[in-house]
């Protein structure tokens, strides 16, 4: 290997040398897609439509997965069985959005956080937990941006069951539970 240089990257070409393909896609009015869920987040929306959050865990690292995983991504193997979170839990971090789901500028912020679920019999820290990115309702802009809001019980507010349809807005969002 004498006179051989060291790549830059791990993938052994020069950052300086290499030329990126740019696409550009033009603004469609609507599109439709397909997506085939599969086994796991095919049965994680079918039990939002019933108003479940289920999971998936791995009995050998102790590991729950919310949205759910066929496969355990610390022990390589499949996962052992399916578990039910509780609809409630503790914001772990939050923003304000000032765009919505469908990308307009909204004139009010709106709160987004992530959410530990809490899960019958099971602890977990800070840095690995069944979870859920959503809204939160409830909260002001202040509780947000003085971070009051990180640590705050929340519980999901579901669409009335006739309305569900088998997808995370099946949960309006959730609200702070104030004590």
């Not at 959410?115 to 959503?134: A, E, N």
Request: hydrophobic share 35%; charged share 25%; aromatic share 12%.
């Amino acid at each position: 290997m004498s006179g051989a240089t060291k790549p830059l990257n791990p993938r052994g070409t020069k950052y300086e040398k290499v030329d990126f393909p740019v696409f550009e896609f033009p603004v469609v009015g609507k599109a439709r897609y397909n997506y085939t869920t599969g086994q796991a987040l095919g049965r994680f929306l079918a039990g939002l439509k019933e108003g479940k959050i289920l999971g998936t865990y791995c009995a050998k690292c102790g590991r729950v997965f919310v949205p759910p995983r066929m496969y355990c991504s610390y022990c390589f193997r499949e996962v052992d069985g399916w578990i039910e979170a509780r609809d409630e839990g503790v914001v772990v971090t939050a923003v304000l959005s000032y765009i919505s789901a469908t990308r307009a500028r909204l004139e009010k912020p709106v709160a987004v956080g992530v959410i530990k679920l809490d899960v019958p019999g099971r602890q977990f820290d800070d840095h690995f937990f069944p979870g859920l990115m959503h809204y939160i309702c409830g909260a002001s802009e202040d509780d947000v941006k003085s971070m009051r809001i990180f640590g705050a019980r929340v519980k999901a507010k579901w669409k009335p069951p006739e309305q569900r349809t088998g997808s995370i807005t099946d949960i309006e969002c959730f609200e702070v539970v104030r004590p």
